[in-house]
């Protein structure tokens, strides 16, 4: 009787810990997306360019053209699958690492630096 229950008890804490594990992974992925979004010049294309899927990413597709926050709601992305992100305007590159003399604003690789610090806060935000 005292097996089932450990056993339960282990089923549980499992459980838990993975459903835990993919509010880490989202909410990172999450706000590393909203930093780059926040980084981007607001002007044009670009700013509106910008998604996330569980497909790879095509230049020319269809951006947020709603403005609206970035979501990972609904993506059906597994734990240790693949998430996309990324912009899809054709300028997208000449931005982020700049052209003809013109310094790049780096939102993607600034951003990027921060991805420790984004989970570490991930990690602390989602803890119960």
């Known amino acids: ?3 089932s229950n450990f056993s339960a008890e282990i089923a549980a ?11 880490v992974v989202n909410l990172s992925a999450q ?24 497909s790879p990413l095509q230049s020319g ?17 597994p ?3 693949m998430i996309y992100m990324g912009f899809t305007a054709p300028e997208a ?5 700049g052209k003809d003399g013109r310094a790049g604003q780096g939102m993607v690789r600034l951003a990027a630096q921060q991805w420790p ?7 602390r935000d989602t803890t119960a």
């Open 31 to 54: 706000r590393l997306a909203e930093a780059i979004v926040e980084a981007t010049p607001a002007s044009g294309e670009l700013a509106n360019s910008f998604q996330i899927s569980a």
């Open 13 to 23: 804490w499992a459980e838990r810990t993975k459903k835990r594990m993919e509010e």
């Open 79 to 81: 734990l240790g699958g």
């Open 117 to 123: 610090d984004i989970v570490e806060r991930a990690v």
């Open 93 to 97: 590159a000449e931005v982020e690492y």
């Open 61 to 77: 597709d269809a951006g947020r053209s709603d403005g609206q926050p970035v979501n990972l709601a609904g993506l059906g992305v």
């Open 1 to 3: 009787m005292a097996s």
